[in-house]
């Protein structure tokens, strides 16, 4: 059975006949028999299709917690055996992949830190040679869509299994609004380039906080993508790690209905590239904005550096400065004079209004 979406790909069923959208969920982390238990029963009945717990956990800093390891495999097969529902955990190595199928786990999944490494990618898929085990590979940390696609022909080449693939989002520096940079982009041009893969989307480790959950899984149903992967706790504020991005099984049932599920569509002879080319654009504009909200955030700080040195908001030497690099970058990227001169203009314009903004706040003690 196959569903269109708007990107294009049908949706491979092979794991479990199911229709758009493919839900998983359950904990980031196995931390005990009783909570991945509880977890799984409590999911039970919110229509998911796979349980997913990490078993080994790969953290950015050491004595964080790193899972349980082997014996919690136990646990997620233990939870099959009640619920009835397919597992699935992340792996990193060959160790991991033996004991996963020693222990009988459905589904395997590559995390984002692993997708960067092909070593690990490569001894990943040679551990998997001649196995039917299904397996997710997520995106690597940054940007790289090339890595991305090599880690998923990797495993391709290796087994005939399913291989789907994960878009959690992009590692960026400094704080912003989401924990991952979704880059939507990116998962639609993979689509673009590997027309017969299913993408999942993980909005958990995209928004990292779950009042955002809801506008990126929105989004990623908007976008046609063929699931979700939303991890869930009992007491998530209670989790061992990723508590600010976990909800509870009522509240991942709740953010599912709440969800729109727009049907397949087709359109003319050639929609999926013109409609997936404007939706990539739509996704580079927004974070023009997001970089222009950034950049005039540290025209506010420059205003309040003015003010508290007694400076004018005006300096004609650094703005003659930006100018001139501007426009050289400009140039070299092919982009018009007249354009680049405008936009510079516009932007000047509003880093004044914010820096005046700034200046008259503190003024008046607002
Ligand atoms: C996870 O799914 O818990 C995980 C560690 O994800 P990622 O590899 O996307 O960071
Ligand atoms: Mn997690």
């Known amino acids: 059975m196959v569903t269109n979406n708007p990107i294009g790909a049908p949706l491979d069923t092979s794991i479990t006949g199911v229709k758009r959208p493919f839900l998983i969920s359950g904990p980031c982390s196995a931390e005990s028999e009783q909570q991945v238990l509880d977890t799984a029963r409590a999911l039970q009945h919110t229509g998911i299709h796979l349980f997913r717990a990490g078993v080994w956990k790969p953290r950015t800093r050491p004595n964080a917690f790193e899972g349980i390891g082997e014996p919690a495999l136990q646990w997620l097969t233990a939870a099959r055996r009640e619920t009835g529902i397919p597992v699935a955990t992340e792996v990193a190595n060959t160790q991991h992949v033996e004991a996963c199928l020693k222990a009988g786990i459905d589904v395997l999944w590559i995390g984002a830190r692993t997708t960067v490494s092909p070593f690990a990618v490569q001894e990943i898929a040679t551990a998997l040679q001649g196995t039917n085990v299904p397996v997710f590979v997520k995106n690597p940390m940054h940007a790289d869509l090339p890595l991305w ?3 998923i022909e990797r495993v391709r080449k290796a087994t005939d299994a399913p291989v789907w693939a994960i878009h959690r989002g992009f590692s960026r520096y400094g704080q ?4 991952n940079a979704p880059m939507w982009e990116i998962a639609i041009a993979l689509q673009m380039a590997m ?6 989307c993980d909005p958990s480790h995209i928004a990292g906080k779950r009042e955002l959950l809801e506008r990126v899984a929105q989004k990623a149903m908007d976008l046609g993508m063929h699931g979700l992967m939303m991890e869930s706790h009992c007491q ?3 989790a061992m790690s990723d508590s600010d991005q976990q909800v509870t099984p009522a509240g991942f049932e709740a953010l599912i209905q709440g969800l729109t599920i ?4 087709t359109g003319p002879s050639d929609p999926a ?3 997936a080319l404007r939706l990539q654009m739509d996704s ?3 974070q023009v904005i997001e970089l222009l909200q950034t950049r005039m955030n540290l025209a506010r700080e420059i205003g309040q550096y003015k003010k508290n040195h007694g400076m004018t908001i005006l300096q004609m030497q650094r703005w003659k400065e930006v100018f001139k690099t501007r426009g050289a970058w400009a140039q070299a990227a092919g982009l018009g004079p007249e354009f680049i001169e405008t936009y510079l203009e516009q932007v000047h314009k509003e880093s004044i209004r914010v820096q005046n903004e700034e200046m008259s706040q503190k003024k008046y003690g607002k």
Not at 195 to 200: A, G, R, S, V, Y
Not at 262 to 265: E, L, P, S, V
């Open 195 to 200: 027309p017969d893969l299913n993408i999942i």
């Open 284 to 286: 580079i504009d927004e």
């Open 236 to 238: 998530p504020e209670a």
């Open 273 to 275: 590239n013109l409609e």
């Open 262 to 265: 727009r049907d397949a569509h």
């Open 176 to 179: 912003q609004e989401y924990r």
């Open 149 to 151: 696609i090599g880690a």
